[in-house]
């Protein structure tokens, strides 16, 4: 089983070498920001990936859904942001990292949608913020620098207060042809997954070496996939539908573990 790998911190409660789990057939670990590891499921050099919940919805017909896994906040994220020179009122230009689709469809509906406001948008080239009026970062980046800009406004945040739901950022999905002949395989990795989530928060200090800062921030996020959840991607879909990124509504389709 080849399995796309995302090396954020925010990860680390699924990484199942650390918790000391073991699979009991052979694997790979692909390592990527989600931006690469959702190009490698969909031309099917992985089998199994932990990708951008945006990717999925663009693809879902090539995937199915890993059940009650996911990484989403139920109000801040910290580290999915925007930072600013100005107040995100008065934003005309902002850099977008390509690391993450779900997170630049995201402020788009932010823009588009609730604020009703049109920007320009740019490419974030590696990380470079330097001389840029508004960026968007996500993951380790954004928390390294969330205090060089003096606005900084949290995505999951804004879609908390404006919808109520939390919002889903990662999913774990295995490609329909994989499954079908390797469901076995699937399910252990979902048993596997979902213990290794368990055992992390049952003492997070083990695996983060005492780091109150970095156990604050996981234990601030989310890792369920409720009918809740599930709502929140139908209404995120929605927004994508109306701003034009999508051209069909998405059937969220599961793998049956």
């Given at each position: 089983?080849?399995?796309?790998?995302?090396?954020?911190?925010?990860?680390?409660?699924?990484?199942?070498?650390?918790?000391?789990?073991?699979?009991?057939?052979?694997?790979?670990?692909?390592?990527?920001?989600?931006?690469?590891?959702?190009?490698?499921?969909?031309?099917?050099?992985?089998?199994?990936?932990?990708?951008?919940?945006?990717?999925?919805?663009?693809?879902?017909?090539?995937?199915?859904?890993?059940?009650?896994?996911?990484?989403?906040?139920?109000?801040?994220?910290?580290?999915?942001?925007?930072?600013?020179?100005?107040?995100?009122?008065?934003?005309?230009?902002?850099?977008?990292?390509?690391?993450?689709?779900?997170?630049?469809?995201?402020?788009?509906?932010?823009?588009?949608?609730?604020?009703?406001?049109?920007?320009?948008?740019?490419?974030?080239?590696?990380?470079?913020?330097?001389?840029?009026?508004?960026?968007?970062?996500?993951?380790?980046?954004a928390i390294k620098y969330a205090h060089l800009?003096?606005?900084?406004?949290?995505?999951?945040?804004?879609?908390?207060?404006?919808?109520?739901?939390?919002?889903?950022?990662?999913?774990?999905?295995?490609?329909?042809?994989?499954?079908?002949?390797?469901?076995?395989?699937?399910?252990?990795?979902?048993?596997?997954?979902?213990?290794?989530?368990?055992?992390?928060?049952?003492?997070?200090?083990?695996?983060?070496?005492?780091?109150?800062?970095?156990?604050?921030?996981?234990?601030?996020?989310?890792?369920?996939?409720?009918?809740?959840?599930?709502?929140?991607?139908?209404?995120?879909?929605?927004?994508?539908?109306?701003?034009?990124?999508?051209?069909?509504?998405?059937?969220?389709?599961?793998?049956?573990?």
């Amino acid at each position: 089983m080849r399995i796309g790998w995302i090396e954020y911190l925010n990860t680390l409660p699924f990484n199942f070498e650390k918790t000391d789990l073991k699979l009991s057939f052979s694997y790979q670990l692909v390592k990527g920001v989600p931006s690469f590891i959702n190009r490698l499921l969909s031309e099917g050099s992985i089998d199994v990936g932990f990708i951008s919940s945006a990717h999925y919805i663009e693809n879902f017909r090539d995937y199915l859904i890993i059940p009650d896994l996911s990484i989403s906040a139920l109000n801040r994220v910290k580290s999915v942001i925007i930072l600013s020179d100005v107040p995100i009122e008065e934003i005309k230009n902002i850099h977008l990292t390509k690391a993450s689709k779900t997170s630049r469809y995201l402020t788009k509906v932010i823009f588009e949608v609730f604020l009703k406001k049109s920007v320009t948008y740019f490419d974030l080239e590696d990380g470079d913020i330097q001389g840029k009026e508004s960026v968007l970062l996500i993951g380790d980046n954004a928390i390294k620098y969330a205090h060089l800009k003096r606005y900084s406004y949290d995505l999951s945040s804004i879609w908390y207060k404006k919808t109520k739901l939390p919002f889903v950022f990662a999913l774990w999905c295995v490609r329909k042809e994989y499954y079908q002949k390797n469901k076995d395989k699937v399910k252990e990795l979902y048993r596997v997954l979902k213990e290794s989530k368990n055992r992390f928060f049952e003492d997070p200090e083990r695996y983060v070496k005492k780091d109150d800062k970095a156990v604050e921030y996981l234990k601030n996020l989310d890792y369920c996939l409720s009918s809740e959840h599930l709502k929140s991607l139908e209404l995120f879909s929605e927004y994508l539908l109306d701003i034009g990124l999508i051209t069909e509504r998405p059937v969220f389709q599961f793998a049956e573990v």
